[in-house]
């Protein structure tokens, strides 16, 4: 069965930096597009950042763009965010899911998600 | 891109049928039949209900249905069971050529 696995949250003080990683299991990586989206304590679902199949194309939510890093290595199964420059607003919890419905050279739905990692910025 | 509006809340008894409207604007909802919905029980990550408007995905029971009409779309759950209380998001692709999602329904099964 489809897995997703993230870990590498925690806590960071405002400027600092994290690597969050994500495990893919039970289906063909490298075959699927994938993405970060992200939850603030209590709020809604916000979309981060998205990557094709190899890598070439990578979208990001202009609320991340330069400060955010995402990447892929499909010999691991590994789906990666390197998040600098971190903010207050940028505490949350990290999903990282399988991207589909494909339109417009980006995902419209996502149909496999993980379990979260909690990434809290506070000094 | 401003979040869709979705009410915050809404409840229904065992076996009845609830409906969570989620509402855009022209230039997502209106345009596009690119609207999702993902059911989040406490603690969880999201789980796919519907995708592009009233697509089931496999494994999905055929109590959740999908709809649109012109701005807004809706979810709606018949013969409700107590393990669908959870949190209900909307998606939908945008003309910027993002995916923005609501902000969330909290279904109470009573």
């Known amino acids: 069965q489809v897995q997703l696995v993230e870990s590498g949250g925690g806590l960071v003080k405002p400027g600092g930096s994290l690597r969050l990683s994500c495990a893919a299991s039970g289906f063909t990586f490298s075959a699927y597009h994938m993405s970060w989206i992200r939850q603030a304590p209590g709020k809604g679902l916000e979309w981060v950042s998205y990557?094709?199949?190899?890598?070439?194309?990578?979208y990001y939510a202009d609320s991340v763009r330069g400060r955010f890093t995402i990447s892929r290595d499909n010999a691991k199964n590994s789906l990666s965010l390197h998040v600098n420059s971190l903010r207050a607003e940028d505490t949350a919890v990290y999903y990282c899911a399988r991207a589909r419905g494909i339109y417009g050279s980006v995902p419209t739905y996502f149909d496999y998600w993980g379990q979260g990692t909690l990434v809290t910025v506070s000094s | 891109q401003s979040a869709l509006t979705q009410p915050p809340s809404v409840s229904g008894s065992p076996g009845q049928s609830v409906t969570i409207s989620c509402t855009g604007t022209n230039s997502d909802v209106g345009s596009y039949n690119r609207v999702s919905w993902y059911q989040q029980p406490p603690g969880t990550g999201p789980k796919l209900m519907i995708y592009?408007?009233?697509n089931r995905p496999s494994g999905v029971p055929d109590r959740f249905s999908g709809s649109k009409s012109g701005n807004t779309a809706s979810l709606t759950i018949s013969g409700l069971q107590a393990e669908d209380e959870a949190d209900y998001y909307c998606?939908?692709?945008?003309?910027?050529?993002?995916?923005?999602f609501g902000g969330g329904t909290k279904l109470t099964v009573l």
């Open positions: 592009e408007v009233g």
């Open positions: 990557i094709t199949t190899s890598g070439s194309t990578i």
């Open positions: 998606s939908s692709y945008t003309s910027s050529s993002t995916t923005v």
